[in-house]
């Protein structure tokens, strides 16, 4: 699965319009509900070309789907919390539009304050004197009302998403903040598998960004398999991501790394290798997929020879 994923973008989507802000040519123009938003930078690599909206049901956050619900059998579900804590949900939104293409249901807290239809930009927080945070823009609350919503939109007669929900699949992530925010909710009962990207509690126990309080202890909140992806020596949270796989031996556990450095590579197209790796863990995790758990399994696993990848693993 990696391998034929990662061969790049098809020659469909190579040719594909994109509606940009100014919207295509007369000839090509297309109607579509003001939310939605088509682009290149979303539509992913998988078999479900994805979209990026603003549902008008769940008016602060971002929603990717499958543009056609149709042809999907059943969604899986992902809550995102963005990096930064930010109200930027559209800030990781090739990695997750790479997601939403293989069948998902991706929520993310905020606006689309990123990319060529943003409406706004997302205002950077400072430290303070005491090198402390302001309080973020999101909270894990936001993150979890994500899933709130999804699985009431399966149950609400109407829903464009009525009946078409595995409940039983869903996955929380997040990225170096917004990881963090994963972590307080991992001991959700309706959650399947937890992804930490560039994320790791704080090893000295030091709170550095107000109102978010995250300590070691919370780590045993864990209870589902959970997969941490560092960026290597160069990523900011290598340390505390180390130390947090190393504290973490009642559950499942693949400790990765790939030597990118803290921003991962969700700036590059479709999300780049990190997406790809976190499809296949969200395909084996949360649906079963033997193929994409080869990614992981074994001696001979995909990631365990001929790339950059470094794997560990516990309890697998």
Known sequence: MVGRRWSGLSAFLATMVLFAAGGAPAAEKV?????????????????????????AGLPGHVVYRPEDLEKVSKLAVLVWGNGG?????????????????????????GRILSGPQAVGKAVPRQPGPDGILPPPATSSSDVRAGIDWALAENGRGGSRYQGRIDTQAVAIGGHSCGGLQAIELAGDPRVRTVMIHNSGVYNDGVQRISGLTVHKDMLRNFRTPVVYILGGLQDSAYPNGMDDARRIDHVPLALLNLPVGHGGTFDEPNGGAVAQVSVDWLEWQLRGDTSAARTFLGPNCRLCTGSQWTIERKGM
Do not use: Q, W
């Open 85 to 109: 804590c930010s109200d930027d949900g559209a800030s990781a939104r090739k990695h997750l539009g790479e997601i939403a293409s293989y069948g998902y249901l991706v929520i993310a807290p």
């Open 31 to 55: 109607m579509m509900p003001a939310n939605e938003v088509r682009d290149v930078e979303t539509r992913g690599t998988g078999p479900f070309p994805a979209i990026m909206e603003i549902d």
